[in-house]
């Protein structure tokens, strides 16, 4: 299988597991990457997903260039096309759930494979991880959301620096412009994500996917919208036994059980 799925204590890792394909996206990898995705966000035994790569050379190269071919559909066909028939940058583009997902990147992340990571909550890097969106140089685009996400990641200058030269940057370099949040050794990368994961995962499963989608839909809106709506999610939190039992946990001086009710 060339993607993997683990759930234990509510946390899902993902593996992408083609190392010797520089763990790169072949057309089922992109079909098991939307059963996963669609798995993380239906499953209540799921608070929180890790996603990482086998192997220590590389987190994703982008497409296999060596098994995704050209389609045969026009633009407008996949575009505006019946389901199914979506190319690989529409796919990766539309991955989406609202649980919180790391990406704990161990090694290249080059063109789709840096997409693939920005579509992540939190990215965690190897100090040898490596990071490029090249598409420029070959006269091509990041066509799976780069252009768009990687500018609200780190900022315009950082950004544009990285999307017109196509050059690669280092995990320090990923470090100081906040593409990444953490940088640890090679073999402290997955220690460090589960510990991530564990901690998110402890807290109350509503109120985490509320900070999501308010971050989310937060940042697209003015200032005064992205208040009234935090207001709005405030007052339907507030009365949930989850919120109870924070509150009581505190109180009793113990670890709140989160329920998701």
């Not at 509510?10 to 939307?34: F, G």
């Not at 593409?179 to 499963?205: C, D, F, T």
């Not at 009365?239 to 009793?252: L, N, Q, T, V, Y």
Request: net charge negative.
């Amino acid at each position: 299988m060339p993607v993997t799925l683990q759930i234990k204590d509510y946390v899902a890792t993902v593996t992408l597991d083609r190392p010797e394909a520089m763990n790169s996206l072949d057309p089922e990898s992109i079909e098991q990457l939307k059963d996963i995705w669609a798995e993380i966000s239906c499953n209540p035994d799921i608070r929180v997903a890790i996603l990482t790569a086998a192997g220590t050379r590389a987190f994703c190269t982008g497409a296999d260039l060596k098994k995704t071919m050209p389609p045969k559909e026009s633009f407008a066909e996949l575009h505006y096309g019946p389901a199914g028939a979506e190319s690989f940058a529409s796919v990766l583009s539309k991955l989406h759930t609202d649980k919180p997902v790391i990406a704990a990147i161990n090694g290249y992340a080059l063109g789709g494979g840096l997409e693939l990571a920005l579509l992540c909550d939190v990215r965690i890097a190897s100090s040898q991880a490596i990071f490029s969106l090249p598409e420029v140089c070959i006269g091509s685009i990041p066509g799976a959301g780069g252009t768009q996400r990687l500018i609200r990641a780190v900022g315009r200058s950082d950004a544009m620096l990285m999307l017109l030269t196509g050059e690669r940057i280092d995990a320090a370099e990923a470090l100081r412009i906040g593409l990444v949040s953490r940088v640890v050794e090679p073999e402290q990368l997955q220690a460090s994500a589960e510990q991530l994961a564990q901690k998110i995962a402890g807290n109350a499963p509503m109120a985490v996917t509320a900070v999501k989608r308010l971050a989310q839909i937060g940042i697209e809106m003015p200032l005064a919208a992205g208040l009234e709506l935090e207001q709005h999610a405030f007052g339907v939190l507030r009365d949930s036994e989850d919120r109870i039992e924070g509150r009581k946990a505190f109180a009793e001086k113990r670890k709140p059980e989160f329920q998701g009710r």
